[in-house]
T-cell receptor, first 112, second 113 residues
Framework: DTEVTQTPKHLVMGMTNKKSLKCEQH?????MYWYKQKAKKPPELMFV???????INESVPSRFSPECPNSSLLNLHLHALQPEDSALYLC???????????FGPGTRLTVL | GQNIDQPTEMTATEGAIVQINCTYQ??????LFWYQQHAGEAPTFLSY????GLEEKGRFSSFLSRSKGYSYLLLKELQMKDSASYLC??????????????FGGGTRLMVKP
């Protein structure tokens, strides 16, 4: 298995909703990442987990809450989002922190 | 801070060769990556350079000069499906996580018949 999967593919939510994005990989990678990408912009790093511990939080607002339940799974919990949070949310994994990043297909999030 | 520059857009003809340049000024350097991203899809890995020189992989080649802070991606025998954004990304040391990847703005390549 050489892919990163993400669910859901699309998500529409109101500003008062609570939702979660899910990411899974079975490549034995020990580093996992959340990136946010706005249209026609490059991906921006949000969080890095290394060996299931949060190692980077790029000053992301607390309405985004990451969770790494085990080495294969990564979640992003969303609460009280703003319309400007609408974007493509990409999960990625790498073999340690020196490896190539493999990206999942992303979740297209729209906040109304 | 990290500064990674690429042209915003390029146009080329099917069957031709195109070179996409990337210059960088970063705090440290642990490798340079090129990714391809079709509209609405995730980035896919194309190539990786950590030492100076040329890396060739089929129709795609990538070159790195660390002393000049410069890389290019060369695409040969262009096909219509090569129309996509090409992202240059630099890996830099990070105290907390060992390394982190910073992306340039991306170059949107349009291949015309």
């Amino acid at each position: 298995d050489t892919e990163v999967t993400q669910t859901p593919k699309h998500l529409v939510m109101g500003m008062t909703n609570k939702k979660s994005l899910k990411c899974e990989q079975h490549m034995g990678h020990r580093a996992m990442y959340w990136y946010k990408q706005k249209a026609k912009k490059p991906p921006e790093l949000m969080f890095v987990y290394s060996y299931e511990k949060l190692s980077i939080n790029e000053s992301v607002p607390s309405r985004f809450s990451p969770e790494c339940p085990n080495s294969s799974l990564l979640n992003l919990h969303l609460h009280a989002l703003q319309p400007e949070d609408s974007a493509l949310y990409l999960c990625a994994s790498s073999q340690g922190r020196a490896g190539i990043l493999f990206f999942g297909p992303g979740t297209r999030l729209t906040v109304l | 801070g990290q500064n990674i520059d690429q042209p915003t857009e390029m146009t080329a003809t099917e069957g031709a060769i195109v070179q996409i340049n990337c210059t960088y000024q970063t705090s440290g350097f642990n490798g340079l990556f090129w990714y391809q991203q079709h509209a609405g899809e995730a980035p896919t890995f194309l190539s990786y350079n950590v030492l100076d020189g040329l890396e060739e992989k089929g129709r795609f080649s990538s070159f790195l000069s660390r002393s000049k802070g410069y890389s290019y991606l060369l695409l040969k025998e262009l096909q219509m499906k090569d129309s996509a954004s090409y992202l240059c990304a630099v890996r830099t040391p990070n105290n907390n996580a060992g390394n982190m990847l910073t992306f340039g703005g991306g170059t949107r390549l349009m291949v015309k018949p």
